[in-house]
């Protein structure tokens, strides 16, 4: 799955460059998923008073609501990124907002100063109303939506790889850098995609309740030194791949 996200003040461009990325990928035959990030406090899909509150408001984790032509999903927290992602099977995932989440990313702005303060190493294109005064911004392509759309596909499709692991940067560096870090260099040409460690080496595998969580590669070796230590003790022990479930 590939992941890029569109990030910008507000009246900038924004949904303007995120709807054409996903209409643009759409008719080049991809499955497109998305994601909108909002910054407001008091924000709700859901109106008060009705079934599927009620349902939340006496405690429910989680509340499904299915109508004839939708179906809502609706969880009473922040969920992260990775869970997120995890809800999606389709090519790509377009998102409005998350810049500083560790994936390539297009910038919308309208003025340098946003530029100076949003535009970092994971900025591989640079969209919005600035685009009617610069062409280039420290390297940085700057591309109208409109009258450049076929230029900002190409980016798009060239620069944009399968998402990381997102990993907790406090536990994994195995490749010398954060997921974040990691970007861009992969965007600068320094690292490919495959020198990530943590999916490319999972030795041990770990489901919980069906899902599979990443272990980065420092907390693999704990675990299958400390596994393999035990198990090679037992009476019958035989050298071989291991299988452990909990219930």
């Not at 008060?48 to 939340?56: I, T, V, Y």
């Not at 609706?74 to 090519?91: H, Y």
């Not at 190493?121 to 009258?147: A, M, R, Y």
Request: overall charge negative.
């Amino acid at each position: 799955m590939r992941v890029i996200s569109v990030g910008g003040y507000t009246k900038t461009g924004k949904t303007s460059t995120t709807t054409l990325i996903i209409s643009e990928l759409k008719k080049r035959g991809y499955t497109v998923s998305s994601i909108k990030d909002i910054h407001f406090e008091a924000f709700t899909m859901e109106r008060e008073g009705s079934d599927s509150w009620q349902h939340r408001d006496a405690g429910a984790e989680a509340v499904i609501a299915r109508g004839l032509k939708e179906t809502f999903y609706i969880r009473p927290k922040k969920m992260p990124l990775s869970d997120m992602l995890a809800m999606f099977d389709t090519d790509w995932v377009v998102i409005e907002g998350m810049k500083r989440e560790p994936l390539p990313k297009i910038i919308a702005a309208e003025s340098i100063e946003q530029l100076e303060e949003l535009v970092d190493k994971n900025t591989f294109c640079i969209t919005g109303k600035i685009s009617k005064e610069l062409k280039e911004f420290k390297g940085v392509p700057v591309l109208d939506n409109f009258e450049q759309a076929d230029e900002i596909m190409k980016l798009v499709e060239e620069k944009v790889f399968e998402v990381l692991p997102l990993a907790d940067e406090e536990c994994c560096t195995e490749c010398g850098f954060s997921c974040f870090d990691m970007v861009g260099e992969i965007l600068a040409g320094r690292m490919k995609r495959e020198d990530c460690k943590t999916d490319h080496k999972q030795d041990i595998k770990l489901y919980v309740a069906g899902k599979e969580i990443t272990i980065v590669p420092f907390v693999q070796r704990i675990l299958k030194t400390m596994v393999t230590g035990f198990v090679s003790n037992l009476h019958g022990y035989k050298e071989g791949e291991i299988e452990i479930k909990i219930k």
